[in-house]
Nanobody, 126 residues
Framework: QVQLVESGGGSVQAGGSLRLSCAASGSTFSSICMGWFRQAPGREREGVADINDIGSARYTDSVKGRFTISKDNAQNTLYLQMNSLKPEDTAMYYC????????????????????WGQGTQVTVSS
């Protein structure tokens, strides 16, 4: 069981940046797929990015070129660097951990991830 705690959310103006962090407990962090999801009010939770055990990353189309997912295995921490933020990026952001080294074939498959953090709010104003 991996416990996850997100931090780094906040309120920024459009065009600004934030870096989200996700501190993970457990010894398996370096060998599992990790992901970032977000959920806006009234909308389904969607996958934003994921990264596998060897550091290969994928992104949903709406954030490509603006967001970067990374992981520090020594610190057991997952990051999401978010640049050029837009009002439509406003959501609760969650990190999630799978039980396997490979990420799901389809980005954003929620049931593939078995451990979730409590979320951190990101609000982008125009």
């Amino acid at each position: 069981q991996v416990q996850l705690v997100e931090s780094g959310g906040g309120s920024v103006q459009a065009g600004g940046s934030l870096r989200l962090s996700c501190a993970a407990s457990g010894s398996t962090f370096s060998s599992i797929c990790m992901g970032w999801f977000r959920q806006a009010p009234g909308r389904e939770r969607e996958g934003v990015a994921d990264i596998n055990d060897i550091g290969s990353a994928r992104y949903t189309d709406s954030v490509k070129g603006r967001f970067t997912i990374s992981k520090d295995n020594a610190q057991n921490t997952l990051y999401l660097q978010m640049n050029s933020l837009k009002p439509e990026d406003t959501a609760m952001y969650y990190c999630a951990a799978a039980e396997w080294r490979w990420c799901p074939v389809v980005l954003g498959r929620k049931d593939y991830f078995t451990n979730w953090g409590q979320g951190t709010q990101v609000t982008v104003s125009s």
